[in-house]
């Protein structure tokens, strides 16, 4: 469910008509609904409601520092990726002991930073990374909280660029050698061994693959307390999905989610994280881009969008579909014809749709990218030096611009020319 129907002929973002922000901001932009980011955070907050847990939204889908503060406010902790995403959830305000550390890169600055800050726990990736950790927490007279990720070998069966929980990828260490890691960490004097962390991968839609991990790490967390180690905390990751084509058949509910970890994991009496982004994120936001051209090639019909893929790059690098909908609603039974929808960058690849089935649009037209709010605003770039696109929140009746388009000259001042030049 989202926030973003239509109203009296046009779309609306809450009660805020997406033509009248497109007016203030002009074209392409991000919107968000609060409304939206609020219950789907809070589902699965209920979801696991009875056992011990924490929700930390996963910053990489969407990191805008409102977007954090609406989810902080609720209660979410943040599982980061970064020494810069660390940065933003404080200056969110979001306290040290309710962020998450992962990735598979950490650097010892990054490692010092979150150590001085305050931290909940680092989910570590390698062995050597577990080494780097253990000297930074003893140069700073210290212990860092840590879990191991563990990589299940199980196949997510989701797209092969965002599956991590394979023993190809590049994730985790692999389970058949947790023991001999987590006897070489309950060694190191800087580190406190606290858990384990699993996570298969991202745009999930059938919990059966969880189910798989969640039984290994259960049989892992028994293994692991008899031989000593007090593991007391499981990070689950995230990754389940959301519908990105409307009449698609849902991906499970997160009830569904929350019923399936208290089966699998309720008996071990440990606290549960979980690390949602896309779904909390996904269907709360829109890219709405104006037709600057309709362009009739030798077999089919263009639509040249002012949006790109610089702006939203999901369906160049992933295949990705989003549902594209005019903001001014169609008539029932209206004409429908297949575009190819693409954006100006210089790019074969700056492709939205091919064939799709729209309804007959005209250049000045505003359509909308929907379940465009996670990975989307987060992966634009300035390529062919175009602006990154703002970034507005709706709450009721009110819209913000949380962030700015910049202008060319703040772009280009950027730039320091050498004094040779």
Partial sequence: MDHFLYRDGELYAEDVPVAEIAAAVGTPFYVYSTATLERHFRLFDEALEGIDHLVCYAMKAASNQAILKTLARLGAGMDVVSGGEYARAIAA????????????????????????????????????????????????????PITVRVNPDVDAKTHAKIATGKSENKFGIPIARARDVYAQAAAMPGLEVIGIDVHIGSQLTDLEPFRLAYRKVA??????????????????????????????????????????????????????????????AGNAGLMVSRVIYVKSGEDREFLILDGAMNDLIRPAMYDAHHDI?????????????????????????????????????????????????????????????????????????????????????????????????
């Fill in 325 to 421: 909908v005019p903001v001014v609603e169609p008539q029932a039974g209206a004409e429908q014809r297949p575009y190819d929808v693409v954006g100006p960058v210089c790019e074969s690849g700056d492709t939205f749709a091919k064939g799709r089935n729209l309804p007959v649009l005209n250049a000045g037209d505003l359509v909308a990218f929907r379940s465009a709010g996670a990975y989307g605003a987060v992966m634009s770039s300035e390529y062919n030096t175009r602006p990154l696109i703002p970034e507005v929140l709706v709450h009721g009746h009110q819209f913000a611009v949380i962030r700015a388009r910049p202008s060319f000259d703040e772009m280009i001042n950027r730039d320091t020319i050498p004094e040779w030049l």
């Fill in 93 to 144: 305000g979001v306290p040290g002991d309710r962020i998450v550390f992962s990735g598979v890169g950490k650097t010892r600055d990054e490692m010092r930073a979150a150590l001085t800050g305050g931290i909940r726990q680092f989910n570590v990736e390698s062995e050597p990374e577990m080494a780097a950790l253990n000297e930074v927490a003893l140069e700073l007279g210290t212990r860092a």
């Fill in 219 to 280: 049989e892992l967390t028994e293994t692991l307390r008899a031989e000593g180690h007090d593991i007391r905390r499981l990070d689950l990751g995230g990754g389940l999905g959301i519908p990105y084509a409307r009449g698609n058949e849902a991906p499970p509910l997160p009830v569904e989610y929350g019923k399936m970890i208290k089966e699998e994991l309720g008996h071990l009496g440990c606290e549960i994280e979980i690390e949602p982004g896309r779904l909390v």
